[in-house]
T-cell receptor, first 113, second 115 residues
């Protein structure tokens, strides 16, 4: 069974802190994606990666960076957390080559105080 | 500008009846369409998809219809059950190699199925 896991289900951080969100997939796929989901705004793409050490900006990259040192792991970094980054963060990856279907992790609910 | 639009933020349906969720898109390069279901505090789960070479795809109680000329797709759930209550997201992609497999999502429709 394919699996995308995220390091934390819930996180509470303070304004200005550096925050790391980790995502791991066991599907041996190149593509990985980070989204945030906010009520009424749907899923918005922050960054994605199509290979190790490769990254592309999505629609809302400001305030975020990413790291992809290994194929199975894709990290989202909030350099200096702000209250408007309070959100549900979702990682996704396709289950196999040849499909654009994405499987999502369980999400991390981040609250920035 | 949003390339995938779900114009109804919410839909309320009685148990046993049909639920119809709608989605419109603007990019004519989109050739693969998906529906996801999301419960609170969980990640979205893939529900059903359709390629642009088809106009209908069915999986149990779920059927997706695609009207390419109108750039419109819909998800039908028959019969609706209380466990179907969730947010449904429509998504589209423009094919492998052009956008590296990224999906474009609508804003979602909250479906409530009442007994």
């Amino acid at each position: 069974d394919v699996k995308v896991t995220q390091s934390s289900r819930y996180l509470v951080k303070r304004t200005g802190e550096k925050v790391f969100l980790e995502c791991v997939q066991d599907m041996d796929h190149e593509n990985m994606f980070w989204y945030r989901q906010d009520p009424g705004l749907g899923l918005r793409l922050i960054y994605f990666s199509y290979d190790v050490k490769m990254k592309e900006k999505g629609d809302i990259p400001e305030g975020y960076s990413v790291s992809r040192e290994k194929k199975e792991r894709f990290s989202l970094i909030l350099e200096s957390a702000s209250t408007n980054q309070t959100s549900m963060y979702l990682c996704a990856s396709p289950p196999r080559r040849g499909t654009d279907t994405q499987y999502f992790g369980p999400g991390t609910r981040l609250t920035v105080l | 500008d949003q390339q995938v639009k779900q114009n109804s933020p919410s839909l309320s349906v009685q148990e046993g009846r049909i639920s119809i969720l709608n989605c419109d898109y603007t990019n004519s390069m989109f050739d693969y369409f998906l529906w996801y279901k999301k419960y609170p505090a969980e990640g979205p789960t893939f529900l059903i998809s359709i390629s642009s070479i088809k106009d209908k795809n069915e999986d149990g109680r779920f059927t997706v219809f695609l009207n390419k000329s109108a750039k419109h797709l819909s998800l039908h759930i028959v019969p609706s059950q209380p466990g179907d209550s969730a947010v449904y997201f429509c998504a589209a992609s423009a094919g492998r190699g052009s956008t590296l497999g990224r999906l474009y999502f609508g804003r979602g429709t909250q479906l409530t199925v009442w007994p």
